[in-house]
């Protein structure tokens, strides 16, 4: 079996993975980061977003191989490690952005390459059509938009 | 009020876990020696299984064993069942068909397992499973509900696959109400089948401990307790006291994961006979062949009314589809859940309603968010937004006209109304929604090419499920109560131990902002635990939006024995009589003087015992309750919508939308507005993008998010909810409950909107671009006062 080696959250790892193993699959089972979620199988609901290289990537839809010698950030990887939230996830909390918490962790990892791509300063309409890829279930998104606006703005 | 207690928008406990990706789901549990298993599904929606073949499969790499429907059944494993009975009018039980856990000899949808593969991995068990052969004999099914009863009949104890033919209220009198009427509205409805899909898969793994001869079920379930009970008593995998079932963190649910299903059943069987740990983990494809499928209803309605608008009665004959098996509440959501909220808001003098409920070859229907009520507030709802459209009579005027204003208030489908003020959240939503001035906004729409439209939804739902007794007397083979036990440790903090179960509704926080303003002790010294067989003795778990009004009412009573006890300990302590003690604020004080001992201090005093005679009183402070409801609670409200329509594409985007809601008291304002946005977007979802689609053969052709469209954010708009209150009269607190509300209320309005924008009632639900177009075609518009 190949082996993969990259970096996750400031961490090298590596290990044995087949060539169909999902990066998902990687961070999950292999590394027992599980904050990173599967909800679907068909790329559409983004519970599994991460960023690689500094980009949102969907890791259902990204072949661990695919990520040798790559920066991984993962939902585990944003507060500070004296356990200091980052302003992202402290703004879903302050504005109720989450009921299950279930595709949170891909919605916040969604939100941060939202302010990367927009800004700073973000209007409701634009949050709204940048969150196409991320489904929810419980909250109807009117406490997501609020959050990740109050999020992006605390990150100026 | 204090920023911790009864009314506060308290921030979340559950959420640091939630944002930092340490909350723990059932996928994310993982078990020393754990294996995965692979369902292996049928292709066809009806055929016999007239051959399996494993072998090839056995061999592959990292197989440990294929178990088929045949070996569950010589090991007796018993069968799956519905656990509420329904009689037909003729008298004679439901026709309740057998469901065995893996088919063993026909299956009955596409998706009906026939095998599973244990293996090592999940690569490995998928692998396996493409090579179990299983030969087939397709037979023809039976797909459409309209014309179930004339199609192959799918169950032997099902002639004309009916499962029964139900009624409630009196046919005569409405038959001569009807015979009365200077007016009557007539309606065709779809109440269109959903996927609930929530965003965690369901999921379950079982390990057996060999030395204990016990079994623990880690599983997405919304009621493990109940899981435990059905398990136990009737499939009878093992006794109730060695089975343990944990539902740790559970992403969603919305009535989905209430049921008990074969997978949690193999799993446990699999894991006996294995000797390793077994995990099954939904993929979202196999969710939509086997997770409950909701609503799914084909109705004619009618309101009879006179002259003035005042409705006179209302009749409806309803075929509800109940999938291939009956899955364990299927046959009440369509009955009980259902015909018994016909009145809506409104005085009407005669009711009644048919149910029948048919079998068909597709995924098992049950109960999903609302479960009942918004097929009945959709009915209600468009019949008299029509009637006033028909008679020329303003949709909120028609309504007022026919408010119930006294209660208590009985209607003639069992439900006796406890408390509301309908007129109020009508003419708070009215003002909200600037309705005053709909007409300037239409004219605006117009000159930009779009039809504006406005449509009403004045819902009302039962909630707090329920009186035991009652259900019991209507067919439920369980009570319907909560319990809590709330143990306060000798160092002043509390446990409560919850029946309910929080998948997503923060009961974290909301207990124990009751808990700690009731005996004024800081809110982050109260713990809530649920979930948890072996740790919170037996519960009913959450769905019908009960958790405030029962199992909040359960702790309620729980900490009235805290406080009696608690009273007992402080007069030893204080040396008064137990009388003259009164407690407030935290404190326990001898009436009348300066003499106070704090809370924590009794609490450790009830456990050193050192003040009292522990044979005269029991040493500790712990005290449990379980709470039956007295009555159903009622909330209700109105919700406006706006919508403008494109008249080139039909397409329909909500421009506004108001919600005023009645839930009686309130805990956490935040957490209640956020179940008023969830259930809006579903509800939203219904009416405009969501609907399972099967083609004449069965073949699920919706069966991937690619194919079945889910509420995105761009699809809804910021939502305005307010509230107003008029206390539930059956609970302590006087909650009502909220969960569902918003899922009940809102497809009306939007069909409402939509059709008052073009001018045409020929509007089906999903009210697609093209279902709006092709409906413009034939309609003139009305045009703005």
Redesign the interface.
């Known amino acids: 079996m190949p082996t993969v080696s990259m970096t996750v959250n400031g961490k090298p790892v590596s290990g044995e993975v ?1 060539a ?2 999902l990066l998902v ?1 990687f961070l ?1 089972e292999n590394l ?11 790329s ?2 983004g ?1 599994c977003v991460v960023h690689v290289d500094g980009i949102a990537a969907k890791s259902c839809t990204t072949l661990a191989l695919q990520c040798e010698g790559a920066k991984i950030t ?3 990887g ?2 500070e490690p004296g356990g200091k ?1 980052h302003p992202m ?1 402290e703004a ?3 504005h ?1 952005g ?8 891909g919605m ?1 990892m969604a939100a941060l390459d939202i302010v990367r791509r927009n800004g700073n300063d973000l209007d ?1 309409h634009t ?3 940048q ?2 890829g ?12 609020k959050a990740i606006a109050a999020g992006a703005k605390a990150m100026a | 009020m204090s920023a911790t207690g009864i009314g506060a928008a308290v ?2 406990k ?12 059932t ?2 549990v ?1 078990r020393p020696g754990e294996t995965r298993a692979v369902f292996v599904r049928s292709p066809h929606a009806r055929a016999r299984i007239k051959g399996l073949d494993a072998s090839e499969a056995k061999k592959m790499p990292g197989v440990i064993a294929v178990l088929t429907g045949a070996e569950l059944a010589s090991d007796k494993i018993g069968n799956l069942i519905c656990g509420w009975m329904i009689h037909s009018k003729d008298g004679s039980p439901m026709k309740m068909a057998p469901h065995p856990a893996l088919a063993a000899t026909i299956v009955n949808h596409v998706g009906d397992a026939v095998a599973v593969v244990i293996a090592e991995t ?2 490995q068990g998928r692998d396996a499973a493409e090579k179990v052969k299983v030969d087939y004999e397709v037979l023809p099914a039976a797909t459409d509900p309209a014309k179930a009863k004339s199609g192959p009949q799918i169950h032997e104890i099902a002639p004309k696959n009916t499962i029964y033919e139900w009624s409630l209220g009196d046919a005569k009198a409405t038959e001569a109400a009807f015979a009365s009427a200077q007016h009557v509205t007539k309606l065709d409805i779809v109440n269109n089948r959903l996927a ?6 369901r999921a379950a793994l079982a390990e057996y401990d060999a030395g204990t001869d016990h079994l623990t079920l880690w599983n997405t379930s919304q009621n493990p307790h109940v899981a435990r009970l059905v398990i136990s008593a009737f499939v009878g995998i093992a006794p109730e006291h060695k089975l343990r079932v944990i539902a740790p ?4 649910g ?1 009535g989905s994961k209430i049921f008990i299903y074969p997978e949690e059943v193999v799993c446990l069987w699999a894991a006996r006979k294995v000797q390793r740990p077994v995990k099954w ?1 939904s ?3 196999e969710a939509f062949v086997t997770d409950a499928h909701g609503r799914d209803h084909i109705t004619h309605a009618e309101l009879a009314l006179d002259l003035n608008g005042k409705i006179l009665a209302l009749r409806a004959k309803t075929i509800a589809n109940l999938g291939a098996y009956m899955s364990t509440f299927s046959s009440s959501v369509p009955t009980y859940l259902y015909a018994t909220l016909l009145s809506g808001q409104y005085d009407i003098p005669q009711i009644y309603c048919e149910v029948d409920a048919v079998y068909t070859n597709t995924v098992p229907v049950d109960a999903y968010r609302g479960a009942g009520r918004p097929e009945a507030t959709f009915v209600v709802e468009r019949l008299v937004e029509v009637a006033a459209r028909e008679m020329g009579l303003d949709p909120a005027d028609l309504r007022k006209r026919n408010f119930i204003k006294s209660f208590p208030h009985q209607t003639p489908v069992i439900m006796a109304y406890d408390a509301g003020d309908y007129n109020a959240s009508l003419k708070k939503a009215m003002e909200i929604a600037d309705v005053k001035s709909f007409g300037k906004r239409k004219r605006e729409s117009a000159r930009n090419g779009k039809l504006r439209g406005i449509g009403y939804s004045t819902y009302i739902e039962a909630c707090g499920i329920a009186p035991s007794q009652a259900v019991g007397s209507l067919g439920a083979g369980v009570g319907l109560w909560e319990s809590a036990e709330v143990r306060v440790n000798p160092t002043g903090s509390v446990e409560v131990l919850t029946g309910s179960h929080a ?4 009961h974290e926080t909301t207990f124990a902002q009751l808990v700690s303003e009731r005996l004024g002790i800081p809110f982050d010294n109260v713990s809530i635990v649920h979930g948890d067989t072996d740790k919170v003795q037996f519960g009913m778990g959450t769905y019908g939006s009960r958790s405030g009004a029962v199992g909040m009412s359960a702790i309620v009573k729980a900490l009235d024995k805290i406080e009696a006890k608690a009273k007992k300990v402080a007069a030893h302590m204080l040396e008064a009589a137990e009388g003259d003690i009164e407690f407030k604020d935290g404190k326990f004080t001898v009436a009348g003087t300066d003499k106070s001992a704090a809370f924590g201090d009794v609490a450790l005093n009830a456990y050193i015992a050192h003040k009292f005679s522990g044979q005269e009183l029991e040493p500790g402070l712990k005290e449990t309750s379980f709470y039956d409801p007295t009555n159903f609670t009622f909330p209700a409200g109105c919700h406006i919508c706006e919508v403008e329509v494109d008249r080139d594409t039909g397409k329909a985007e909500i421009v506004n939308w108001t919600a005023v809601d009645d839930f009686g008291t309130i805990i956490n304002p ?2 209640v ?2 179940q008023v ?6 509800g939203v979802g219904q009416a405009l993008l969501e609907g399972v689609v099967y083609d004449k053969d069965g073949q699920l052709v919706s069966g ?3 194919d079945y469209t ?5 699809d ?1 708009p ?2 305005k909810v307010e509230t107003t209150m008029t206390r539930a009269p059956s609970n302590p607190l006087g909650i009502k409950g909220c969960g569902e509300a ?1 899922a009940i209320a809102a497809p009306a309005a939007v069909i409402n909107a939509i059709t008052d924008a073009i001018g045409s009632e020929s509007v089906s639900m999903p009210a697609t671009a093209n279902t709006v177009w092709s409906a413009l075609q034939k309609a003139t518009p009305r045009q703005a006062a």
């Open positions: 087949e169909r193993t699959q999950r027992r980061l599980t904050g990173t979620h599967v909800g679907c199988d068909t559409q609901c519970a993962t939902i585990e944003l507060a939230l996830q879903f909390r302050e109720h989450l009921q299950c918490g279930y595709c949170t962790p916040i409701e949050i709204r059509e969150l196409d991320n489904l929810c279930r419980c909250t109807g998104y009117h406490n997501i938009v | 921030r979340r559950e959420d640091v876990r939630f944002v930092t990706g340490k909350g723990q789901y996928d994310d993982v999940q690569a609930p899909n929530a965003i965690e898969p963190d559970v992403g969603g919305f983990t993929d979202r494809t998948h997503g509704q923060g935040m957490i507005e956020g946005h969830g259930g809006i977007a579903q991937s998010f690619m889910m509420p995105r954010a761009h809804l910021s939502f918003g």
